[in-house]
């Protein structure tokens, strides 16, 4: 063998055990969601919120430092903080936890998530670029637009160079603004694509797993659950 042929070799055989170690710590999305200690309430979500494939698209791996904004009861907090296990950390932004939520996150199995109370507008996420990921959940046209766009920058703050904002929420038609925000639970994507943007992110890639063209986007999601279209945005700091 002549030596531009054993150096192709030796670069082949290097790139396939790159690669194979690469697949072999892939995160094991699916796993996470046959935990057994899961509440039922939790696993009837998953059919319509697809968190396997929401997570694997925004790229959550073991170890990263993330924040569950706007938490709720903590759906995703809890899928979040056995992803990125013990090596990683989980901040669940909530404005008031109530108690069985903080009785939760008391678990040994929770040591890796850290509860933030308080209004969204000053949520009290590290403010030096210490985040790999953020994530708001349905959650976003909840809030009122001038507390939306503090939160934004204070999530900008809180992640590092290249780091990914999450926002998924319900569809409201195009050029709606936030008028089905309150009646319907909606907001038009277009939209957030404004403020987020103007915040100082980058609009990085759409997903398109819980898109329902089918839907006229004229009815109260809290009313006809789990029918809505829904997107999935990424963002990345600059």
């Given at each position: 063998?002549?030596?531009?042929s054993?150096?192709?070799?030796v670069?082949?055989l290097?790139?396939g ?5 690469c697949?072999?710590?892939a995160?094991?999305?699916a796993a996470?969601l046959?935990?057994p200690?899961r509440?039922q309430?939790?696993?009837e979500?998953?059919?319509a919120r697809?968190p396997t494939e929401?997570l694997?698209f925004?790229?959550v791996k073991?170890?990263?430092k ?6 709720g009861?903590g759906?995703?907090t809890?899928i979040?903080?056995?992803l990125?296990?013990?090596?990683g950390?989980?901040?669940s932004a909530i404005?008031?936890?109530r108690?069985?939520i ?5 678990h040994p199995s ?7 109370e308080g209004?969204?507008d ?10 790999d990921?953020?994530l708001?959940h349905?959650n ?6 001038e507390?939306?766009?503090?939160m934004n920058?204070?999530?900008l703050?809180?992640?590092k160079r290249?780091?990914i904002y999450?926002v ?5 038609k ?12 909606r907001?038009d994507?277009?939209?957030?694509i404004?403020?987020?943007t103007?915040?100082g992110?980058?609009?990085?890639k759409?997903?398109n ?7 006229p986007?004229?009815?109260?999601v809290?009313?006809e659950r789990n029918k ?10 600059p």
């Amino acid at each position: 063998m002549d030596r531009c042929s054993w150096l192709k070799t030796v670069w082949m055989l290097a790139l396939g055990s790159m690669l194979a170690g690469c697949a072999a710590t892939a995160p094991d999305y699916a796993a996470i969601l046959t935990n057994p200690d899961r509440p039922q309430n939790e696993r009837e979500l998953d059919g319509a919120r697809k968190p396997t494939e929401v997570l694997a698209f925004y790229g959550v791996k073991k170890g990263d430092k993330v924040a569950d904004i706007y938490a709720g009861r903590g759906y995703y907090t809890a899928i979040l903080s056995e992803l990125v296990g013990m090596q990683g950390l989980v901040y669940s932004a909530i404005p008031a936890s109530r108690p069985e939520i903080t009785e939760r996150w008391n678990h040994p199995s929770f040591a890796n998530v850290r509860v933030l109370e308080g209004p969204m507008d000053k949520v009290a996420l590290p403010q030096d670029g210490f985040l790999d990921f953020a994530l708001i959940h349905l959650n976003y046209h909840d809030l009122a637009p001038e507390t939306r766009i503090a939160m934004n920058k204070r999530i900008l703050g809180s992640l590092k160079r290249g780091g990914i904002y999450g926002v998924v929420d319900h569809s409201a038609k195009d050029g709606s603004g936030n008028e089905a925000a309150k009646t319907l639970h909606r907001i038009d994507r277009l939209l957030v694509i404004k403020e987020v943007t103007g915040s100082g992110f980058t609009l990085a890639k759409e997903g398109n797993m819980l898109r329902k063209p089918e839907d006229p986007r004229d009815f109260n999601v809290n009313k006809e659950r789990n029918k809505d279209d829904r997107f999935v945005l990424v963002f990345q700091k600059p």
